[in-house]
């Protein structure tokens, strides 16, 4: 089991910033990809950015120059810094893990959800 806990939502004005973390423990063996995604009332959940192993990054059109995604693999965390932040930012943030655990079995795994409201 690999469990994900995600920490850092919360209230800010539009063009505040806030960062976002989550920690991954359990029965990790290794950690591909990680990932935040969101979902807004009434939409359907979307990808913010993803990062890989490796250092890869990818954004959604929407969040481009303004978020960060990145990640400490010593501490299998990935963060999301969030800058220029928007009202149409407002929505839950689900962090997402990849990997492989001890027993050899792919996982895919996703926190509980972090609020991020941001008012105009």
């Known amino acids: 089991q690999v469990q994900l806990v995600e920490s850092g939502g919360g209230l800010v004005q539009a063009g505040g910033s806030l960062r976002l973390s989550c920690a991954a423990s359990?029965?990790?063996?290794?950690?591909?990809?990680m990932g935040w995604y969101r979902q807004a009332p009434g939409k359907q959940r979307e990808l913010v950015a993803v990062?890989?192993?490796?250092?890869?990054?990818n954004y959604a059109d929407s969040v481009k120059g303004r978020f960060t995604i990145s990640r400490d693999n010593a501490k299998n965390t990935v963060y999301l810094q969030m800058n220029s932040l928007k009202p149409e930012d407002t929505a839950v943030y689900y962090c997402?893990?990849?990997?492989?655990?001890?027993?050899?079995?792919?996982?895919?795994?996703w926190g509980q959800g972090t609020q991020v409201t941001v008012s105009s």
């Open positions: 997402n893990a990849e990997g492989t655990s001890v027993l050899l079995a792919g996982f895919a795994s």
């Open positions: 990062i890989t192993s490796g250092g890869s990054t």
């Open positions: 359990g029965s990790i063996f290794s950690m591909k990809n």
